[in-house]
């Protein structure tokens, strides 16, 4: 009797205290250096440590929401059909790249465009 291969779903192994991923636990603390801007802003400069704290603890959010959010594919919007199941940061990456190409793209009918250069040339 030969031995076979079994997949294996190693998909939550790689979790850090549960919610996060490594992806996320980077992008987590990527938030919070950003929020801890504004903590020193309102922190030490205005004398405001809690408001600083509260904008620092929502970059972090922010940032969890980026790294680890996956899309859900939901019938009845016709945009999640399109990119249900692919990560948030996957998706913003992919439209910051298609904005910054800056390139309109037009359709030109050929044959119509023939059909004038055609009667140009006959005049």
Do not use: C, H, Q
């Not at 992008?27 to 919070?32: F, I, R």
């Not at 970059?59 to 199941?85: D, N, R, S």
Request: glycine residues 10%.
């Amino acid at each position: 009797m030969g031995t076979y291969y079994v997949p294996r779903n190693y998909k939550g192994e790689s979790r850090i205290l549960y919610i996060f991923t490594a992806k996320s636990l980077i992008t987590t603390g990527v938030g919070a250096l950003i929020g801890s801007v504004f903590f020193i802003i309102f922190g030490m400069i205005l004398n405001y440590k809690m408001v600083g704290i509260i904008i620092m603890a929502i970059f972090g959010i922010l940032g969890w929401m980026y790294g680890a959010i996956k899309i859900p594919t939901i019938a009845g919007i016709a945009v999640t059909k399109k990119v249900g199941g692919e990560s948030l940061d996957e998706i913003i990456n992919r439209y910051i790249k298609f904005k910054a190409k800056r390139r309109i793209y037009s359709y030109v009918d050929t044959k119509v465009a023939d059909d004038e250069e055609n009667t140009k040339e006959e005049e």
